[in-house]
């Protein structure tokens, strides 16, 4: 499962890398837009989801700074979803 999830990952890497600075910024809106819509209702693997796609695509904009604090915040979310199912 991991080897598929790390394939996907890298397939999607190689497209957002050959996607235009504009197909970018129109993504990260719809992501903004989500995240608003779902602010105070979110559950945690929403939230992981939502930052691991705002990394990927701060990422491949060249946003390493913005993208490493969503995969923290991505990182900190998963952290609690193994503190709720451990409970």
Same mark, same amino acid.
Request: proline fraction near 2%; glycine fraction near 6%.
């Given at each position: 499962?991991?080897?598929?999830?790390?394939?996907?990952?890298?397939?999607? =890497?190689?497209?957002?890398?050959?996607?235009?600075?504009?197909?970018?910024?129109?993504? +990260?809106?719809?992501?903004?837009?989500?995240?608003?819509?779902?602010?105070?209702?979110?559950?945690?693997?929403? !939230?992981?989801?939502?930052? =691991?796609?705002? !990394?990927?695509?701060?990422?491949?904009?060249?946003?390493? !700074?913005?993208?490493?604090?969503?995969?923290?915040?991505?990182?900190? +979310?998963?952290?609690?979803?193994?503190?709720?199912?451990?409970?």
């Amino acid at each position: 499962m991991a080897a598929h999830h790390t394939l996907f990952a890298d397939l999607l =890497q190689l497209e957002l890398r050959r996607a235009e600075p504009a197909e970018l910024a129109a993504l +990260l809106g719809e992501l903004d837009r989500a995240e608003r819509a779902l602010w105070g209702e979110i559950e945690p693997a929403a !939230g992981v989801v939502l930052h =691991q796609a705002r !990394g990927m695509l701060e990422l491949a904009r060249g946003h390493d !700074g913005r993208a490493l604090a969503a995969f923290r915040a991505a990182e900190r +979310l998963a952290d609690l979803l193994v503190e709720i199912s451990s409970a």
